[in-house]
């Protein structure tokens, strides 16, 4: 084999590693999701995932649902579980799925939903109230367990996450000659809803002090923000939707 052959050789198979890679990512699916939503903020917040790369991403402990709204780095971490952790999740979500769906503790404390893919389906639990405080010691069991082992979750390698995009929601805003204009390195704006990379972030923060935004002939103000969704939470919701127990996500 002459050496015009052995790299053609070479690059094919370094083609097929990278495509194997390419379509292991795009593959990603979650397994398991504890999350939370209300009173305040309204959006639903992930607190921890799990998927079947036996990858996490989870909040920063003790953040709780806070940790959705900063999209800051460091408010959310990922790492890479052993067998034997991962274990220990699924037979916490197997607890859960033996549930009933819906436990009211009371309607004023937020919701806890804890969302479960197994082998024969997808399964969802949800608890209403603070189970950060007081209502804890009235939620079902093997919820608490669950969510106080998930909400404060420790790896022993974790390291920041953050999201590729900022998702900010605008209105229409007053006329104004102090409007900061809108900035060249962000999308056309042409929907009350853009998507910004992550990296203008700094940026971001700093015009958020602005109560005016000019594009174009027109002035517009940022009514709100927040991270793109972990991935797979889209599709989790969807199935969330599907199984109706989720009506007010």
């Not at 959705?68 to 952790?85: A, H, I, M, P, V």
């Not at 900010?168 to 009350?192: I, M």
Request: contains cysteine.
């Amino acid at each position: 084999m002459n050496n015009l052959a052995k790299v053609t050789v070479l690059f094919l198979c370094l083609l097929m590693l990278v495509s194997c890679v390419i379509c292991k990512a795009a593959a990603k699916k979650m397994v398991a999701c504890l999350f939370a939503y209300g009173p305040q903020p309204a959006k639903p917040a992930p607190i921890f995932a799990l998927y079947d790369d036996d990858t996490i991403i989870f909040a920063k402990r003790g953040k709780g649902p806070s940790a959705r709204n900063l999209g800051q780095y460091g408010e959310y971490f990922t790492d890479t579980l052993s067998k034997s952790s991962v274990a220990r999740v699924l037979r916490l979500m197997a607890e859960v799925k033996r549930l009933q769906h819906r436990y009211v503790v009371r309607t004023d404390g937020g919701t806890n939903v804890i969302w479960y893919r197994s082998a024969d389906g997808t399964f969802a639990t949800e608890v209403w109230g603070d189970l950060y405080g007081s209502d804890k010691s009235k939620g079902p069991a093997a919820f608490v367990r669950a969510f106080d082992e998930l909400s404060n979750f420790h790896s022993p390698h974790p390291h920041p996450w953050m999201a590729d995009k900022l998702i900010l929601v605008l209105a229409e805003g007053g006329e104004s000659k102090q409007a900061n204009a809108w900035p060249v390195a962000w999308p056309p704006l042409d929907a009350s809803r853009v998507e910004i990379p992550i990296s203008e972030r700094d940026r971001f923060f700093r015009l958020l002090q602005s109560s005016n935004l000019f594009f174009s002939k027109g002035h517009y103000r940022i009514v709100d923000h927040y991270s793109i969704e972990l991935p797979g939470e889209l599709d989790m919701y969807k199935s969330l939707h599907e199984l109706g127990k989720a009506d007010s996500i």
